[in-house]
């Protein structure tokens, strides 16, 4: 049995934990690009203030990961930056935290998420499919030098 988790909307206090998740989850798989960075150091302006949101989430009150949503257009909200504390990963966690982002969204009545990721990534690309996402083919031009895969979940059939 997993343990229960809080899905907490991001506070401004939130920017350290929020930032620090990121980067040690970055710097153990790939690095921090400059987008990143940007994205992280400002996630006011860069993610909530355009119209996207972020969620902490707890585990008996302490901070162990976070995911947000970054609006692309109407209706359409890219799945991103989610990260767990290395002793809270294999958990089954990413499970619970896929779950509230796809209930979230269907509240929301958003048409489709989508994300960007690496095929290296085997199980967070297996956990995607399992969840319903499709690959779909990737634009030119993308924030992520390590994004090889583009995924897409849809929501409004």
Known sequence: MVDPLEFRPYQTRDATDFKALNVEWLTTYFEVEPYD???LSHPQTQ????????????KEGKTIGTFAFIK??????EFS?????PKQRN??????MMQFAIRYA???HWKSLILYSSTVLENSIYLYRKYGFEE???EAGINYARGNIKMELRLDS
């Open 47 to 58: 993610i909530i203030d355009p119209g996207g949101s972020i969620f902490m989430v707890l």
């Open 72 to 77: 692309k257009e109407e209706g359409c909200y």
């Open 91 to 96: 958990k089954g966690y990413g499970n619970l």
């Open 81 to 85: 930056k989610m990260a767990v504390t």
């Open 106 to 108: 269907e509240q929301h």
């Open 37 to 39: 960075e940007l994205v």
């Open 136 to 138: 779909v083919p990737m």
